[in-house]
């Protein structure tokens, strides 16, 4: 089939959340001619909000495509939530385990039958200062090197506004009223790649051509100029560990031990934000 039906679940799902997402928000979409009217493709989306999801499903949903979300396996267990990702058709991401590639297959089959598989290449929230798009993962070239599916881009802002990512203090800011600006571009052209194994530096080129064209679409969005180059957590991970540990040897060297511990202490948090998601990070890269 070329589409996948808006069925009974799918449209639950939108019986629930369209009503509150009307009145709290207004929106500002553009680009849906960019989404194809029928065969099987993939969206590259930025993610900056935990509401996020919400805005672009709600943008993709008035399209008539309704999207698969890669989604992380321990969402769909239990609950209300839970039933609502298996009665949509969301796809499990099992990380770490010997299913991880049971996703990139579901992704492939799916596009196979004309569906439409949403990807977040940044693996998680962006943690990007100036909340640019991270660099991504490669899990969304790999199937669309398999594939040869079109790839769009898709740049969000507006939620992140009123849900800011890794906020601990007034977490939701629902007024004022805040827009939700969902973009989508033209497919981005991977046809250089097409016949190339799978390499490592084929899934990266891929993968830094996809991120590029979602950035390109954010910016028009936020009418700024972005980044040269995307953000790399693992390398800002890195650098403060680093730090840390020269500030603990210089607290050391000089006898003491008080400034030792508190260089090491002011920079623990950032270091050790999430320590599963960053072990996870250093694996293949490959998320969501």
Same mark, same amino acid.
């Given at each position: 089939m070329s589409r996948r039906r808006i069925g009974f679940w799918y449209r639950t799902a939108a019986v629930i959340c369209k009503p509150p997402l009307l009145v709290l928000f207004k929106?500002?979409?553009?680009?849906?001619? *960019?989404?194809?009217?029928?065969?099987?493709?993939?969206?590259?989306?930025? *993610?900056?909000?935990?509401?996020?999801?919400?805005?672009?499903? *709600?943008?993709q949903y008035n399209t008539g495509r309704v999207p698969r979300f890669l989604a992380k396996a321990g969402l769909f267990k239990s609950g209300f939530v839970g039933m609502m990702m298996r009665g949509t058709g969301q796809i499990p991401v099992y990380r770490e385990t010997t299913d991880a590639a049971t996703a990139f297959r579901a992704a492939v089959n799916a596009i196979e039958k004309g569906e439409c598989v949403a990807f977040y290449p940044e693996g998680t929230l962006t943690r990007d200062p100036k909340m640019w798009p991270m660099q991504g993962k490669t899990g969304a070239a790999r199937v669309a090197l398999l594939t040869k599916a079109p790839v769009i881009p898709v740049a969000q802002w507006g939620a992140n506004e009123a849900m800011p990512p890794y906020a601990k203090e007034h977490k939701l800011q629902l007024f004022p009223r805040k827009t939700l600006r969902v973009q989508a571009g033209p497919p981005v052209d991977l046809s250089e790649f097409y016949g190339q194994e799978p390499t490592a530096e084929v899934l990266r080129a891929i993968t830094e051509k996809i991120m590029a064209a979602i950035t390109d679409e954010l910016a028009g969005i936020r009418g700024e100029r972005a980044p040269a180059e995307p953000f790399d957590y693992r390398k800002e991970i890195a650098r403060e560990r680093r730090a840390a540990r020269e500030a603990a040897r210089a607290a050391a060297a000089s006898g003491t031990g008080d400034a030792a511990r508190e260089p090491a202490e002011a920079t623990a948090p950032a270091a050790s934000a999430q320590p599963a998601r960053n072990n996870r990070q250093t694996q293949e890269d490959e998320g969501k």
């Open positions: 929106r500002d979409w553009r680009g849906m001619e *960019h989404i194809p009217a029928d065969g099987g493709f993939i969206t590259a989306v930025n *993610h900056n909000s935990y509401l996020d999801p919400l805005s672009y499903a *709600h943008y």
